[in-house]
Antibody, heavy 126, light 112 residues
């Protein structure tokens, strides 16, 4: 059974830092691209960041570029999000989400999330 | 403001059919990228409902169906049940920013 379990959320002051983790199990983690998606209280979903299966390719939403860093440790089946210079508008539940793999034969990229974690709440407030 | 546009809310009585629209542009849905739908029950994480415009993952009832045309997509739910009350989000890929997945603002479905 695929499981994604986030941790590391909490209360942090504006300008502070936090590191989120996502522990993966039930699948070969190193074969999959991963993402972080967040949801502010009472709001919709917002894609935050992507990392390829090897960690070579990384992308960020404009709203977090230069402040957040995504990384992974395939040996430990773990995904991370280092969040620096946090702002009130970063307050949200952060989900790690597995991306369905692209088809190497057709070159088709589906670009969707087939499994999600339960989320971890990050609150940025003084 | 979300890149993909959804109605904030829809409602229907048990047994009825409802549809939720998702409108994009030439940089996402209109560029040929697939649309995917997620269901988020209250207090839970999103769950994949429809992928690749029309496909249902194993375990999703056939009461749920998706379609795509031009720059828009729709999610249809037939035989509405109380347990379908949830938030629904469409999602696609956008060429405006490399690697950017985009979501609709979400639609709250109320079963009357």
């Amino acid at each position: 059974e695929v499981q994604l379990v986030e941790s590391g959320g909490g209360l942090v002051q504006p300008g502070g830092s936090l590191r989120l983790s996502c522990a993966a199990s039930g699948f070969t983690f190193s074969d999959y691209e991963m993402n972080w998606v967040r949801q502010a209280p009472g709001k919709g979903l917002e894609w935050v960041s992507y990392i390829s299966s090897t960690g070579v390719s990384i992308y960020y939403a404009d709203s977090v570029k230069g402040r957040f860093t995504i990384s992974r440790d395939n040996a430990k089946n773990s995904l991370f999000l280092q969040m620096n210079s946090l702002r009130a508008e970063d307050t949200a539940v952060y989900y790690c989400a597995r991306e369905y793999p692209y088809d190497i034969w057709s070159g088709y990229y589906p670009y969707y999330f087939d499994y999600w974690g339960q989320g971890t709440l990050v609150t940025v407030s003084s | 403001q979300s890149v993909l546009t959804q109605p904030p809310s829809v409602s229907g009585a048990p047994g009825q059919r409802v549809t939720i629209s998702c409108t994009g542009s030439s940089s996402n849905i209109g560029a040929g990228y697939d649309v995917h739908w997620y269901q988020q029950l209250p207090g839970t994480a999103p769950k994949l409902l429809i992928y690749g415009n029309t496909n249902r993952p194993s375990g999703v009832p056939d009461r749920f169906s998706g379609s795509k045309s031009g720059t828009s997509s729709s999610l249809a739910i037939t035989g509405l049940q109380a347990e379908d009350e949830a938030d629904y989000y469409c999602q696609s890929y956008d060429t405006s920013l490399t690697g950017s997945k985009v979501f609709g603002g979400g639609t709250k479905l109320t079963v009357l």
